[in-house]
């Protein structure tokens, strides 16, 4: 069994930062690609960052420039640095992972989501 634990949410007013961080337990053998998704409410849940495990990064056009994500292979944590937030990344932020438990055995595993508010 494994799983992913985010941690990091919370309320800031506009223009603040926040740094979330999902941490990967259980019987992991490798893990390929982590990133982070958000939902907000009345939308659909959307691709915020992706980072594989050769640090290649994507993120949305969105936050692109204002958000950073990277990892810890050794700790099996991916981190997001949110910097100048605005109300519209109001959401839930879900973490995401490829994770092997076996080499030819892998789950697609999702967080339990963090709250982000952005308001004053």
């Known amino acids: 069994q494994v799983q992913l634990v985010e941690s990091g949410g919370g309320l800031v007013q506009p223009g603040g930062s926040l740094r979330l961080s999902c941490a990967a337990s259980g019987s992991i053998f490798s893990i390929n690609d982590m990133g982070w998704y958000r939902q907000a409410p009345g939308k659909e849940r959307e691709l915020v960052a992706r980072?594989?495990?050769?640090?290649?990064?994507n993120y949305a056009d969105s936050v692109k420039g204002r958000f950073t994500i990277s990892r810890d292979n050794a700790k099996n944590t991916v981190f997001l640095q949110m910097n100048s937030l605005k109300p519209e990344d109001t959401a839930v932020y879900y973490c995401?992972?490829?994770?092997?438990?076996?080499?030819?055995?892998?789950?697609?595993?999702w967080g339990q989501g963090t709250q982000v508010t952005v308001s004053s």
């Open positions: 980072i594989s495990s050769s640090d290649s990064t």
């Open positions: 995401n992972s490829q994770i092997y438990v076996r080499a030819w055995k892998k789950y697609d595993v």
